[in-house]
């Protein structure tokens, strides 16, 4: 099975560095993987989301986009177990 939560972005983007940071932080203390995907390295993704990034997926669903919250995050993965 994939990660839980997915952060699609891209390298040297600050919001995505942000975003990083808190869902490295809310899924270490959930015990939920994740995974990061660039959008350079899927041009559908790129396609897609390039003027929403950094988007997050849960569960292959559409999360947040822009900024992640991380009680909102947390709340999320909590009440979908």
């Known amino acids: 099975m994939g990660a839980r939560v997915?952060?699609?972005?891209?390298?040297?983007?600050h919001?995505?560095?942000?975003?990083r940071l808190?869902?490295?932080?809310?899924?270490?203390?959930l015990q939920v993987?994740?995974?990061?995907i660039s959008i350079y390295d899927?041009?559908?993704?790129?396609d897609a989301y390039f003027e929403s990034i950094?988007?997050?997926l849960i569960d292959g669903k559409h999360h947040d986009?822009?900024?992640v919250d991380p009680a909102?995050?947390?709340?999320?993965?909590?009440?979908?177990q």
Do not use: M, Y
């Not at 993987?33 to 990061?36: A, V």
């Not at 899927?42 to 790129?46: E, I, R, T």
């Open 33 to 36: 993987t994740w995974e990061e």
């Open 72 to 80: 909102r995050l947390r709340a999320a993965l909590t009440h979908s």
């Open 15 to 19: 919001l995505c560095e942000n975003a």
């Open 42 to 46: 899927d041009p559908a993704l790129a």
């Open 65 to 67: 986009q822009f900024r």
């Open 22 to 29: 808190i869902i490295a932080s809310v899924c270490d203390e």
């Open 6 to 13: 997915v952060l699609i972005g891209k390298p040297e983007c």
């Open 54 to 56: 950094p988007v997050v």
